[in-house]
């Protein structure tokens, strides 16, 4: 039976039970979980969050809202800002009251976590100039700082998210630009991966017993 991805096991747990854990070891406790997709399965193994040592809540969505677009339904009363939104398929060792403690020394808006990726071009590259060949580069490769799918949110930033519409955190972001305010990034250190891929899911799980989570 198909289940939701925050379900997707990583050893003995769930991924999103990895996610929490890591997180309530390093003192943070209230959780608001953005339900869709088989929600009832997520709620049944997560309950009010107890067992975990965390205080859980749910932001149910009523259609698929994108990335961002559940925050606007959360209660902000149960919020401390500024918080912390993963995406629930990312499995990191990264220090998240680190990145806490930069964002408001930075006085941002929105931090992003993000990660270097290398890149090799698997051919060979010219250099021209009006079609003639200057030089040839064979299999360069390329460093890319990209976005690892955690983010500091200030409060100003939740409060842009609009109700009900489908809205992608890459959204938020092109309007916080649109609005001048200071988006910082953050190295996240340590491991980090992905799991959306069938060969990182394979690999994170090969390298989850090593990585003391």
Request: charged fraction near 20%.
């Amino acid at each position: 039976a198909h289940i939701p991805k925050a379900l997707t096991p990583i050893a003995d747990k769930p991924i999103l039970e990895i996610i929490i854990n890591r997180l309530v070891n390093q003192g943070f406790r209230n959780f608001s979980l953005c339900v869709n997709y088989k929600k009832e399965m997520i709620q049944e193994y997560f309950l009010d969050g107890s067992r975990f040592n965390a205080n859980i809540n749910y932001v149910h969505e009523s259609k698929r809202l994108g990335t961002a677009g559940a925050l606007s339904n959360t209660n902000h009363q149960s919020i401390s800002y500024p918080c912390i939104v993963t995406n629930c398929d990312i499995l990191t060792t990264a220090n998240f009251q680190d990145i806490l403690e930069h964002h408001e020394k930075e006085s941002a808006a929105i931090t992003l976590g993000t990660r270097i990726i290398n890149y090799e071009i698997p051919y060979g590259v010219l250099e021209m100039n009006n079609n003639q060949v200057h030089k040839i580069n064979e299999k360069p490769s390329y460093d890319y700082q990209i976005n690892a799918g955690v983010y500091i949110l200030s409060k100003e930033v939740f409060d842009l998210v609009p109700k009900d519409t489908h809205f992608d955190m890459t959204d938020l972001i092109d309007l916080a630009l649109s609005r001048k305010l200071k988006i910082s990034t953050y190295p996240l250190s340590g491991y980090w991966i992905d799991i959306g891929q069938l060969e990182d899911l394979e690999k994170a799980r090969t390298d989850y017993e090593s990585l003391g989570l």
